[in-house]
């Protein structure tokens, strides 16, 4: 990357960690669909690196948070998501060889959908959801997380919906995405598919994200949740439509 593209990569990141501290998800989105729109970076490489900077701004959060973590809903995420994380990884490196443009599709159609459906918040639930509904959407979580680094929404969505104190929910869903983050980085070096080159001064957004991360907690914005959930729907919902619109036409054309 050249000094230009590292430094809008930082602002990039630096953002999605303030959000993300404040709500809780959004870094990986925020930070796909901003390197999709700009091509910074290759969408695998983007990716990995979203992987290792969630990992940072999970083990800073944790750092105090941990013990609010909801073991038994973590580990039953965790046994479907890890699976289902190797598939999307490879559906990821087989689009990226052979059909670029449906990946982006692909992103900017799972961003879109993620953004409506954070757009409004969960009706709660009186009691808590059986067993195997934390397995499905822990499935859905780590195909997503395999191909984009982007296992929040489903999630995000139900975990908000439980009858469980917010802060549970919050620390054990950034527990998730910093093992998810783990195996991630773990399968890509065991594939032999590392960035190379300038692309590893992307990691220089370590300490941007590490700020950012620190910022939220110490200074958050005089916003109300509601206002900050329409500003990331906004947000994500317009880099999502800028993303998919473009690759819509070659995707269609080579099906006809």
Same mark, same amino acid.
């Given at each position: 990357?050249?000094?230009?593209?590292?430094?809008?990569?930082?602002?990039?990141?630096?953002?999605?960690?303030?959000?993300?501290?404040?709500?809780?998800? #959004?870094?990986?989105?925020?930070?796909?669909?901003?390197?999709?729109?700009?091509?910074?970076? =290759?969408?695998?490489?983007?990716?990995?690196?979203?992987?290792?900077? =969630?990992?940072?701004?999970?083990?800073?959060?944790?750092?105090?948070?941990?013990?609010?973590?909801?073991?038994?809903?973590?580990?039953?995420?965790?046994?479907?998501?890890?699976?289902?994380?190797?598939?999307?990884?490879?559906?990821?490196?087989?689009?990226?060889?052979?059909?670029?443009?449906?990946?982006?599709?692909?992103?900017?159609?799972?961003?879109?959908?993620?953004?409506?459906?954070?757009?409004?918040?969960?009706?709660?639930? #009186?009691?808590?959801?059986?067993?195997?509904?934390?397995?499905?959407?822990?499935?859905?979580?780590?195909?997503?997380?395999?191909?984009?680094?982007?296992?929040?929404?489903?999630?995000?969505?139900?975990?908000?919906?439980?009858?469980?104190?917010?802060?549970?929910?919050?620390?054990?869903?950034?527990?998730?995405?910093?093992?998810?983050?783990?195996?991630?980085?773990?399968?890509?070096?065991?594939?032999? =598919?590392?960035?190379?080159?300038?692309?590893?001064?992307?990691?220089? #957004?370590?300490?941007?994200?590490?700020?950012?991360?620190?910022?939220?907690?110490?200074?958050?914005?005089?916003? =109300?949740?509601?206002?900050?959930?329409?500003?990331?729907?906004?947000?994500?919902?317009?880099?999502?439509?800028?993303?998919?619109?473009?690759?819509? #036409?070659?995707?269609?054309?080579?099906?006809?």
């Amino acid at each position: 990357m050249s000094a230009a593209e590292l430094l809008g990569f930082l602002l990039l990141t630096g953002a999605a960690a303030y959000l993300q501290t404040l709500t809780g998800f #959004a870094f990986g989105l925020i930070t796909m669909g901003g390197v999709g729109l700009t091509g910074l970076l =290759s969408l695998p490489d983007a990716a990995m690196i979203v992987s290792v900077l =969630s990992l940072v701004n999970a083990a800073q959060m944790l750092a105090k948070g941990w013990r609010d973590v909801a073991w038994r809903e973590f580990w039953l995420v965790m046994a479907a998501s890890i699976p289902l994380l190797f598939v999307g990884y490879w559906l990821l490196e087989w689009l990226a060889d052979t059909r670029a443009d449906l990946l982006r599709l692909l992103l900017g159609f799972a961003i879109v959908v993620s953004s409506l459906q954070l757009a409004r918040k969960p009706e709660p639930l #009186a009691w808590k959801s059986g067993d195997p509904s934390f397995l499905f959407f822990g499935g859905i979580a780590g195909l997503m997380g395999g191909m984009f680094s982007t296992a929040g929404p489903p999630l995000v969505y139900h975990f908000y919906r439980q009858p469980m104190p917010m802060v549970k929910v919050r620390e054990t869903l950034v527990t998730v995405f910093a093992l998810n983050a783990v195996f991630r980085i773990g399968l890509v070096a065991a594939s032999g =598919s590392l960035p190379s080159g300038s692309t590893w001064s992307g990691l220089l #957004a370590i300490p941007a994200v590490m700020g950012a991360t620190y910022a939220a907690r110490r200074w958050p914005p005089p916003l =109300s949740p509601k206002t900050m959930r329409r500003m990331v729907f906004g947000l994500l919902f317009l880099s999502g439509v800028s993303l998919a619109a473009p690759a819509l #036409a070659p995707v269609v054309r080579g099906y006809l």
